[in-house]
């Protein structure tokens, strides 16, 4: 039974900063591409964050600087630092694993629920 369950959203001002924490179960975790995806209303999920399993990341380029996506293997856990926060990163945030590079949400092979996250201006 693989589990992703999200933690760390909430409310936060405009040039704030968040971290998002992913907690994995069920599965062999350092062997997984662990991602970051965001839905915001009435628009299409989107790739935010992927991490190898070696830990090079890649970003998406509306938040290339700011966010900073890490993994602790040991804590099968995966973060998102999230800086300067713009009231354009509200959204719903998802972590996802792939058993290898992928970065479009249908590649993924698993999903957690999500955690909110609303930036205020």
């Known amino acids: 039974q693989v589990q992703l369950v999200e933690s760390g959203g909430g409310l936060v001002q405009a040039g704030g900063s968040l971290r998002l924490s992913c907690a994995a179960s069920?599965?062999?975790?350092?062997?997984?591409?662990m991602n970051w995806f965001r839905q915001a209303p009435g628009k299409e999920r989107e790739f935010v964050a992927g991490i190898s399993w070696s830990g090079s990341g890649y970003y998406a380029d509306s938040v290339k600087g700011r966010f900073g996506i890490s993994r602790d293997n040991p804590k099968n856990t995966v973060y998102l630092q999230m800086n300067s926060l713009k009231r354009d990163d509200t959204a719903v945030y998802y972590c996802?694993?792939?058993?290898?590079?992928?970065?479009?949400?249908?590649?993924?092979?698993?999903w957690g629920k999500g955690t909110l996250v609303t930036v205020s201006s």
């Open positions: 069920g599965l062999s975790f350092s062997t997984y591409y």
């Open positions: 996802a694993a792939r058993r290898g590079a992928g970065y479009s949400s249908p590649d993924m092979h698993y």
